[in-house]
């Protein structure tokens, strides 16, 4: 009922952006003529463009692999999204400075798009590789969650346009009543189209801000109370490739960030990446006593293509390792 309710007023809010595009469109056909025509229709179809919902792209730092030059980074990341049954990524980047790895869908084609961080990637074994491409794929919302998320980034646009633009327009006032005073001032100065514009804006935002805050409350309580199940159905796809304590760990090694600060040291000594993939492997493979706590490869990822994925990423390591001192503690 209440994933119901959440889907059902994050349409309302996306029907009334599409309802602001409509209404200029016909603002501006039934009198194409009048210039108000065209401020009015002008301004309802710039704020169906604001609000409209994001289709992603990816993230500036982000480079595309080359599919035969990076074939066994695809092919993991195929048998992966296979076992847990999410679309095969069509594009698998990587990010050098990016400790997290996304899976998303991007642009108006919907491509399906692996990202992967360079930092946690160089230090994991095979076994949690899978793992984290696991975890990651397993985020990838549903429909009905893209839709209400989706709403709520419109929402927080919304309180930002309405309410969260009082510094602004502070200043603005400031500059208005020193025109005034100023010589100009005396004479006919712009203020009359400046004071009745923000005039408008203020009688706007009063009007649309409290239904505005009233539904973004709503919708993020709505979300908030079936954030559990979602995190449930995550982790059940998560669960289709890597076990609870494969999992477990990964969540540990990534929220302590404690593999970051022995690899930046060693950029900083200047080793090499591949020497540093070494020591990060001697730390996670074994125990205290030297003795291997598990097997390190797994079913999806054996060692050896683990290591050809390395000698692919190398020149991506060698690059990403030079700016590690650059990254911070999440």
Do not use: N
């Not at 809010?13 to 229709?41: D, E, K, N, Q, Y």
């Amino acid at each position: 009922m209440k994933r119901a309710l959440a889907l059902v007023l994050a349409l309302v809010v996306h029907l009334l952006t599409l309802g602001f595009v409509a209404l200029g469109v016909v603002a501006i056909a039934r009198a194409p003529g009048f210039i108000w025509s065209w401020l009015f229709g002008g301004a309802c179809l710039a704020i169906g463009w604001a609000l409209r919902p994001r289709l992603g792209a990816l993230p500036a730092d982000a480079e595309v692999l080359d599919r035969e030059q990076a074939a066994q980074v695809y092919a993991v990341a195929d048998r992966v999204a296979g076992r847990v049954g999410v679309p095969r990524p069509r594009k698998v980047a990587v990010r050098d400075l990016a400790t997290s790895t996304a899976y998303d869908r991007v642009g108006l084609a919907r491509t399906p798009v692996l990202v992967i961080g360079l930092p946690l990637w160089l230090a994991l074994p095979p076994k949690q590789r899978v793992a984290l491409l696991a975890a990651a794929y397993a985020r990838l919302p549903t429909g009905g969650e893209r839709v209400v998320s989706e709403a709520l980034a419109t929402l927080e646009s919304w309180r930002d346009a309405l309410l969260g633009s009082s510094g602004p327009l502070r200043v603005r006032d400031e500059a208005q009543t020193k025109i005034a005073a100023s010589t100009l001032g005396a004479m006919d100065h712009p203020g009359t189209t400046y004071e009745a514009a923000g005039a408008l804006g203020r009688l706007i935002g009063r009007v649309l801000g409290g239904p505005v805050l009233l539904i973004r409350y709503a919708l993020t309580r709505l979300v908030q109370a079936g954030q559990a199940r979602t995190l449930a159905r995550q982790r059940a796809l998560a669960l289709r490739v890597a076990s609870e304590r494969e999992l477990a760990e990964l969540e540990e090694l990534a929220a302590g960030a404690g593999y970051l600060a022995p690899m930046q040291a060693a950029a900083l000594r200047g080793e090499s990446a591949t020497s540093i993939r070494r020591s990060a492997l001697s730390r996670f493979l074994l125990t205290d006593d030297g003795v291997l706590d598990s097997p390190p490869h797994s079913e999806l990822l054996g060692t050896r293509d683990s290591e050809r994925i390395d000698e692919e990423l190398l020149a991506h390591y060698t690059r990403a390792i030079r700016g590690f001192g650059l990254i911070g503690s999440p």
